[in-house]
């Protein structure tokens, strides 16, 4: 009866139980192709087996292996073909995931990071132990560092052209530098170096003689025994355009929005943007293209008057200290009933938007834009690129339209503060370029005077060796409404060889896009076709010979050596693997935890309880019938 009862109140019981933690040890293998390109795929698979096989290191640890190119993943099968490498990403990635544990990290790379941080000064809590692959030798070299030229030029003019050449080694040499186009020597220099003279930077300016886009190759001229010549060339490209874009930026008041619309707008060389106070202004309205009207007042009344006659593009920016009765009473194609009150509006992105392309950049993350509360009226046409989200909630409200009418085009966002998204997508991408894009795409097809296009390809002139080569298209049917069903494919040629691929493309984001790999370096020309349509577009990439994996003489061992001491571990080569051994399997910091953990256990999960249970009762009722009690 005791147990029964005790079944229907259900005690538990608690255990403690001991179980082992041994430490973990991280194999963090270097996967880019700087490794193939020393030679030393053989030796660090190789390595890499006999530590993650020996007996002795299993017995003592936890084995987890990684591979790293420009991101730290789970060891699925060695390529050595990535393209960027980031130690630092790699590094930080490992202890964070075994920020609880005793984990020393096994780093088998060249020591060559071409991306992120600088790893050397890295704070890890965890000891580090590299294994140094590829050669340690200095060699004599000379290399092309950096170039740096405008990606735009107009007709006529001349553009500058800066070139950072470095030298490795003691010894006095001469080299000849050259900038040549479709085989021809536009620009040629001697250069020397020496034991005091590492560097040397040349600058130069060439002229832009025709429109398009111009492919230029930088070259040095070999020097005695040098070793690796891969960084002897580097290429560049330079668009030529004959007319720029002027954009005008009026407003009723002073505000950040203003330099950061005008910064984004001139981070293209094609466009200029001027900023006016709306009284100060004294310009004719037609030596612009585009007009953007901010925080619009009665005083904007003869400026309005001039646009709408002329019929100028123009972006219209609202915010607090909008007039809305005079802005409803000019008939331009929209309304606001605003009320006495602000409110915040965030953004969400509308992925159905069609009128132009326009990636999702994180708007739906940025912060909201400050405005008069009310409700928004268009008697025309209109497509959202943007909706308001007010505190969290997602509305069918346009945040950012766009009124896409033959007669005029313009643009209407609902909200100041602007700036806030260019500065939280600088801390998002750590970069001014998407936001800058964004903001040149809407002006671009704003200030565009042309027939709009039905398929738009977006690829870039100039790709490096063994990257891949992604291009979108954008494609609108007869009534310029996005087309999700049509089927587009590229056409490859390579001019040399006369190659010729083709490729589909996939619908992904309200865009089609390609991705094409391992395209042997050259010049290609490209044809996108839209299927079943008389509908293509044509154009030329270049992939160079630059091969950032390539451009390294040698392992780092002085980086290594630091992070390696700064984290408390050690320094070997490729041919110290029992040393390793030896000092991971003697160092008594590596220890196997026990760690207690109570456990908790309900009687009424013991099965053997309501085994006994149901053997007393069996028992009795033999007993009960027995005497006749039953």
């Not at 609880?100 to 088998?108: D, E, F, H, M, T």
């Not at 692959?133 to 001349?158: H, R, V």
């Not at 910091?589 to 069996?618: H, M």
């Given at each position: ?5 005790s079944?229907?109140?259900n005690?538990s019981i608690?255990?403690?139980?001991y179980?082992n933690?041994k430490?973990?040890?991280s ?7 700087s ?30 292996k ?12 060695l ?17 964070k995931?075994?920020s ?7 780093l ?8 992120g ?6 704070n890890?809590?965890?000891?580090i132990?590299?294994?140094?692959f ?17 990606k ?12 950072l ?9 001469t080299?000849?530098?050259t ?5 021809k020597t536009?620009?040629?220099k001697?250069?020397s ?8 930077t040349?600058?130069?300016?060439i ?7 111009h ?17 002897n060339t580097?290429?560049?490209?330079v668009?030529?355009i ?6 005008l930026?009026?407003?009723s008041?002073?505000?950040?929005d203003?330099?950061v619309?005008?910064?984004?707008i001139?981070s ?7 900023i006016s ?5 004294k ?9 953007i009207?901010?925080?619009?007042t009665n ?8 646009i709408t006659?002329e019929?100028?593009?123009y972006?219209f ?10 802005v409803?009473a000019?008939q331009l ?9 602000t409110?915040n509006?965030?953004?969400t992105?509308n992925?159905?938007f ?5 990636e999702n950049?994180?708007?739906d993350?940025?912060p ?13 046409e ?9 505190n969290?909630?997602q509305t069918?409200?346009?945040l950012l339209a ?5 007669s005029?085009?313009f643009?209407?966002?609902?909200g100041e503060?602007i700036?806030k998204?260019?500065?939280?997508s600088?801390l998002?991408n ?12 809407l002006?671009?097809f ?8 039905r ?6 002139s ?7 080569i ?17 089927s587009?494919e ?14 589909p ?13 391992n395209?042997?370096s050259?010049v290609?020309?490209?044809?996108v ?9 044509s ?12 451009q390294?003489?040698?392992a780092?061992?002085?980086k290594l050596?630091k992070?390696?001491?700064n984290?408390?571990g050690?320094v ?6 029992d ?11 590596f220890?196997t ?12 999960d013991?099965?053997?309880?309501l085994?006994?249970?149901?053997g007393?009762?069996t ?12």
């Amino acid at each position: 009866m005791f147990l029964l009862l005790s079944l229907f109140i259900n005690p538990s019981i608690e255990n403690e139980v001991y179980q082992n933690e041994k430490p973990v040890l991280s194999i963090v293998t270097d996967n880019s192709s700087s490794i193939a390109f020393f030679d030393e795929t053989k030796n660090i698979l190789a390595f890499q087996e006999n530590i993650s096989d020996n007996s002795v290191i299993k017995d003592k640890f936890d084995i987890q292996k990684f591979q790293f190119g420009k991101t730290l993943q789970l060891q699925d099968s060695l390529t050595f073909s990535e393209n960027e490498t980031n130690i630092f990403e790699a590094i930080s990635a490992t202890n964070k995931l075994n920020s609880s544990k005793i984990a020393p990290v096994v780093l088998l790379t060249d020591g060559n990071q071409n991306i992120g941080l600088d790893y050397e000064f890295l704070n890890s809590k965890q000891p580090i132990y590299p294994i140094v692959f590829g050669d340690t030798t200095t060699y004599a070299d000379i290399k092309i560092s950096q170039i740096n030229a405008n990606k735009y030029s107009f007709l006529g003019n001349q553009f500058p052209v800066e070139v950072l050449l470095n030298y490795e080694g003691n010894e006095n040499v001469t080299s000849v530098f050259t900038i040549s186009s479709k085989g021809k020597t536009i620009f040629s220099k001697n250069v020397s170096f020496s034991a005091q003279k590492k560097s040397e930077t040349i600058s130069t300016n060439i002229e832009s003689t025709a429109k398009g886009i111009h492919f230029y190759n930088t070259s040095l001229r070999i020097i005695n025994n040098e070793k690796n010549t891969k960084n002897n060339t580097k290429d560049f490209t330079v668009e030529v355009i004959d007319e720029q874009t002027n954009v005008l930026i009026v407003s009723s008041v002073l505000h950040p929005d203003l330099g950061v619309l005008k910064k984004a707008i001139e981070s293209n060389k094609q466009r200029k943007a001027t900023i006016s106070l709306v009284t100060d202004f004294k310009n004719q309205i037609n030596d612009f293209q585009l007009i953007i009207l901010y925080q619009v007042t009665n005083a904007f009344k003869n400026i309005l008057t001039e646009i709408t006659a002329e019929k100028i593009p123009y972006l219209f920016i609202s915010g607090v200290n909008t007039d809305w009765n005079f802005v409803n009473a000019q008939q331009l194609g929209f309304q606001k009933k605003a009320i006495n009150q602000t409110e915040n509006y965030g953004a969400t992105f509308n992925t159905s938007f069609a009128t132009l392309l326009q990636e999702n950049i994180g708007f739906d993350d940025f912060p909201p834009l400050k405005d008069r509360f009310g409700e928004v009226y268009f008697n025309k046409e209109y497509q959202t690129l943007l909706f308001q989200n007010i505190n969290g909630i997602q509305t069918k409200v346009p945040l950012l339209a766009i009124v896409d009418n033959e007669s005029h085009k313009f643009a209407t966002l609902f909200g100041e503060g602007i700036w806030k998204w260019r500065a939280a997508s600088f801390l998002n991408n750590n970069s001014f370029e998407e936001f800058d894009a964004f903001v040149g795409n809407l002006v671009s097809f704003l200030a565009s005077n042309k027939k709009r296009n039905r398929l738009e390809v977006n690829a870039e002139s100039l790709y490096t060796a063994n990257s891949t080569i992604n291009i979108s298209a954008f494609y609108l049917d007869k009534t310029y409404k996005f087309d999700p069903r049509a089927s587009l494919e590229i056409t490859i040629t390579n001019e040399t060889t006369k190659i010729v691929s083709k490729f589909p493309f996939s619908l992904l984001n309200n865009a089609y896009q390609v991705a094409i790999e391992n395209l042997a370096s050259g010049v290609y020309n490209y044809t996108v076709t839209v299927l079943g349509h008389n509908l293509s577009k044509s154009g030329q990439f270049v992939i160079s010979d630059y091969n950032i994996e390539e451009q390294f003489t040698r392992a780092n061992l002085e980086k290594l050596e630091k992070i390696a001491t700064n984290s408390g571990g050690k320094v070997y080569y490729k041919n110290q693997f029992d040393d390793l051994l030896q000092d991971l399997s003697k160092n008594e910091s590596f220890y196997t935890i026990q760690k207690a953990s109570i456990k908790e256990q309900e009687i009424i999960d013991w099965k053997w309880v309501l085994f006994v249970i149901i053997g007393f009762l069996t028992l009795e009722w033999f007993i009960r019938k027995y005497i006749g009690k039953i």
